[in-house]
C-alpha cells in the first residue's frame, strides 16, 4: 500500500543560486501559492554539486506535481540535474508543470537544451500568445504547443516604500539639473532586447539638441554572443560613449528605483513588439514615468492580461507601431518631458495572486487524477 503524497507541488530551485528574474519569479510564485494553500509546496535545490539521485527520487514522490522554471540558474552550469528530475517524475508518474517564458528569442543551444522538458511536461505554462505561436511554427517541437496554457505574468520587482541614494544616482541627477535628458532601459541585456536600437534613439535625440543621457540598470547576459563588446563598438560608432551607462548589478529594489527615481522616460525598441511577457516594462511603469516601447505584434496579445491592457489604456504604456524608425521613438521621447510623474495605485499582490491561480489551476489537475485527497497514485 502506497502512502498519499505529501505536497501538491514540488518546486525545481537552485536556493541561493537563483538571482536572475527567473529565479526571482520561482521563489515569489510558490510563496503565493502558499499563501493561497498553506502547505501545499516544498522545494528541492539542484546545483552542480547538490541534488543527488535519492533525494530527486524521494523529493518527487513526496509531491502529486513538479514544477519546474527553467532555467534554474546559468543554464550551462546546472543542465542535466532539472532534465533528472522531470524524468524520474514521469516514470514516477507524477504530473509535470513547466514554466517557459520565451522560446524564439532563446539561443538554439538554449533550446536544444529546453526540449526534452517539453516532451515530458504535461503542461506548459506561457505568458505571451506570440511566444506559443514561435513553439507552434517551430519544426521539430511544434506538436508540444497543444500543451500550451496562458497566465498573465506579474512584476518580479515591487515598487518600496522608499528609496536608497547612490553615486550613480547622484551622477544622473546632475544630469538632469544641467538640462540632460534621461533615457532608461532596464533589465538584463541581451539580443532580444535590442539594446543598440535605444542607441540608435539617443542618436538622434543628440542630432536634435536634446543633450540625451542613456542608463541602462541592467547588465550584460554572459554567453556565446559578444553583446557587449557590439554594444560599446556602436556606441563609438554614434559618438554616444559619453553618453551612456551601464549599472551593472544592482543589488537591492530600494536602489533601483533610487535610479528610476532619476529617470525622465524609459524606452524600449523590441523587435517582436511588445508582449506580455515583459515584467521588465511592468516594474519601470510603477515608477510613474512613461514607459515608449514598441507595439504588440498581434492584437490578441493582452486578451488573457487585462491588467497589462489596462496601462497601455490609460497611457502609462506608449505603444510605438512596429517597424517605425528611431525618429518616431524619439518624437514619444521628446513628448515624454511634458508629461507629469502618475504614481497611480499598483496592485502588486493582486497581480501574483492571478498568476498563482492559473498556475494552481493546473496542479489541481494531478490532485483530481488522483481521486482527491485520500486516494494517490503508485
Known sequence: MTSEPAYQ???????????????????LLQEIIEK????????????RSGGRLVDIWRAVGSARSVVCNLPLVAWKRVMLRPLLALAIARLRGRRIVLIQHEWGGLHRLRRITYMPALLLADTI???????????AHDPVMGRTAAKCVLAPLPPNI????????????????????GGRLV????????????????????AVLKQRGLQPLLIYVGSFIRGV??????????AAELGLSDDVLVSGFVASDHEVFGLFSEIDAFCFCLDEGLTARRSSVLTCVQSGRPVIVTGPAEADEFDHHPRFQELIDRGAIVPVPRGSGADAYADRVAAALNWPSVHAPFDFDGWWRDVAEAVKAELSVAAEADGGPGQARP
Open 9 to 27: 507541488a514540488l518546486f525545481l530551485g537552485a536556493g541561493p543560486q537563483m538571482q536572475c528574474g527567473v529565479g526571482q519569479f520561482t521563489r
Open 36 to 47: 493561497l494553500e498553506p502547505g501545499s509546496c516544498t522545494s528541492l535545490t539542484l546545483t
Open 125 to 135: 505554462v506561457m505568458f505571451s500568445p506570440l511566444v506559443r505561436r514561435e513553439l
Open 158 to 177: 515591487e515598487a518600496p516604500a522608499g528609496i536608497v541614494d547612490s553615486r550613480l544616482r547622484q551622477r544622473l541627477a546632475a544630469a538632469r539639473r
Open 183 to 202: 533615457i532608461g532601459h532596464f533589465g538584463s541585456i541581451y539580443p532580444g532586447k535590442q539594446p543598440n536600437a535605444l542607441l540608435d534613439i539617443g
Open 225 to 234: 554572443d559578444q553583446v557587449e563588446a557590439q554594444f560599446r563598438a556602436r
